[in-house]
């Protein structure tokens, strides 16, 4: 089983709260979905990362990863793994303050490209580049949902929580993370790879809900908890292939 919430981040919730965003799921996302939630709404996250922008202006402060940084260096290790080449053209999915983006350029990756649907988030994460001094970086305020055709061919795409904020939607979750699938397998190139963290999916989940044009080609290790006599993983990270 995989964790019932979104990630905590610097001490609040993924939604800039007071308290951990847990939720709880009512089902799995095959019988119903999840329980709907303000986290899947891009007012929230517009204002999570106006906050985080502000912040970042007075105090320089970046953020904290998604998942933590354990979680993002993982993907990176698979990358270098499996000889990703530097100049394989990259997508970030939901790219929020850009850390991922940042690590990428920093090793050498030359042909990455951030997207987010909130104006804050790609303002914050240009920001955060241009302290960095990288330039190699294209950001985009961009819906993954309804992408413009000329964003497509990426030879990698990344996921660490979009599918998650997705899922939670009260507007026809159901169907948006059909759209989700449908757009994936219309910008990522044949053979090319998606790598996904995600706390409210196990990897058998998210194997079932890419069997239509995707491959299971990897399940990253991901540390594992116990509760009530029950075992299972905080999160689950997961590499699949487009056939």
């Known amino acids: 089983m995989a964790a019932a919430r979104l990630p905590a981040r610097r001490g609040m919730s993924a939604g800039g709260g007071a308290a951990p965003a847990a939720r709880a799921r009512e089902a799995s996302p095959g019988a119903g979905g999840f329980a ?18 502000h912040t970042f202006q007075e105090y320089g402060d970046t953020g904290e990863v998604w998942f933590g940084e354990e979680s993002m260096n993982r993907l990176i290790r698979w990358m270098q793994k499996h000889k990703i080449p530097m100049d394989a053209s990259v997508l ?3 790219t929020g303050n850009g850390a991922l983006l940042v690590e990428l350029a920093k ?23 241009e302290k960095e001094g990288l330039s190699n970086i294209t950001l ?25 904020a997705i899922s939670l939607s009260p507007d026809g979750a159901t169907e948006k993370r059909r759209q989700y699938v449908s757009a994936l397998s219309r910008v990522l190139r044949p053979e090319g790879f998606f790598l996904i963290t995600s706390c409210n999916w196990t990897a058998e989940e998210l194997r079932n809900e890419f069997r239509e044009g995707f491959e299971l080609f990897e399940v990253l290790p991901t540390p594992k908890f116990s509760f009530g006599g029950r075992s299972g993983n905080t999160v689950a990270a997961v590499v699949f292939q487009k056939t």
């Open 92 to 94: 970030d999915i939901g």
């Open 107 to 129: 090793l050498g990756f030359s042909n990455i490209t951030g997207i987010d649907y909130s104006p804050s988030a790609i303002q914050l994460s240009r920001s955060i580049i």
């Open 140 to 164: 985009k305020v961009e819906d993954f949902l309804h992408l413009p055709e000329e964003l497509s061919g990426f030879q990698v795409c990344v996921d660490k929580g979009t599918l998650d």
């Open 36 to 53: 709907p939630s303000a986290l899947g709404t891009r007012e929230h996250w517009d204002a999570v990362y106006a906050r985080e922008l």
